[in-house]
């Protein structure tokens, strides 16, 4: 089975820290994305990455940026964290490049508080 | 840009009642379809899917979902649905253009089922 983790599931963090939100998958997939989960808006693209040290934004970048220094783990990075960032942050991995035919893979999820 | 439409943001049911999720996508080349599961407290898993072949598609746990390339949809139903059903679902379309092929997720259903 493929599995995806993610190093916290809850977390909480004040405004202008930064914040870090690990992702692991076990698989060998080649490509590895960010989602946020809001109520209402479904799951947005924050960023991919289909290679090690390489990366795309998605269609929300804005405030994250990301790194993959290791084909099994894909970090976001918060700069400075913002009340409007509290949401659910979703990793998801595949081989094929943005799915295609291929299914995601999902992790359990990290849901941020930033107060 | 791709969108997806999910217009039953929530839906009430009771146990043995008839599910049929409305979505509609708009892109008008070929695609790729999901539909993506949450089960409260569990990752977001894949339901089924369609990328060729024969419209009606045959999930697991009974699902199943028809494409309708005239309509532009790809509504997911089960003829009788259990409160184990009571979940969040997921249309997701990935558009077939050239280049890194990202999923969009359209806004979810929530699905209570009363027993």
């Known amino acids: 089975d493929v599995k995806v983790t993610q190093s916290s599931r809850y977390l909480v963090k004040r405004t202008g820290e930064k914040v870090f939100l690990e992702c692991v998958q076990d698989m060998d997939h080649e490509n590895m994305f960010w989602y946020r989960q809001d109520p209402g808006l479904g799951l947005r693209l924050i960023y991919f990455?289909?290679?090690?040290?390489?990366?795309e934004k998605g269609d929300i970048p804005e405030g994250y940026s990301v790194s993959r220094e290791k084909k099994e783990r894909f970090s976001l990075i918060l700069e400075s964290a913002s009340t409007n960032q509290t949401s659910m942050y979703l990793c998801?991995?595949?081989?094929?490049?943005?799915?295609?035919?291929?299914?995601?893979?999902f992790g359990p999820g990290t849901r941020l508080t930033v107060l | 840009a791709q969108s997806v439409s999910q217009h039953n943001h929530h839906v009430i049911l009771s146990e043995a009642a008839s599910l049929e999720l409305g979505c509609n996508y708009s892109y008008g080349g070929t695609v790729n379809l999901f539909w993506y599961v949450q089960y409260p407290g569990q990752h977001l898993q894949l339901l089924l899917k369609?990328?060729?072949?024969?419209?009606l598609v045959k999930g697991i746990k009974g699902f199943e979902a028809e494409f309708i390339k005239s309509k532009f949809s790809f509504n997911l139903r089960k003829p009788s649905v259990q409160w184990s059903d009571t979940a969040e679902y997921f249309c997701?379309?990935?558009?077939?253009?050239?280049?890194?092929?990202?999923?969009?997720f359209g806004t979810g259903t929530r699905l209570l089922v009363s027993p």
């Open positions: 997701a379309v990935n558009a077939m253009n050239t280049g890194f092929q990202k999923l969009v």
């Open positions: 369609y990328f060729s072949g024969d419209p």
């Open positions: 990455s289909y290679d090690v040290k390489m990366k």
């Open positions: 998801a991995s595949t081989t094929q490049p943005g799915g295609g035919t291929d299914t995601q893979y």
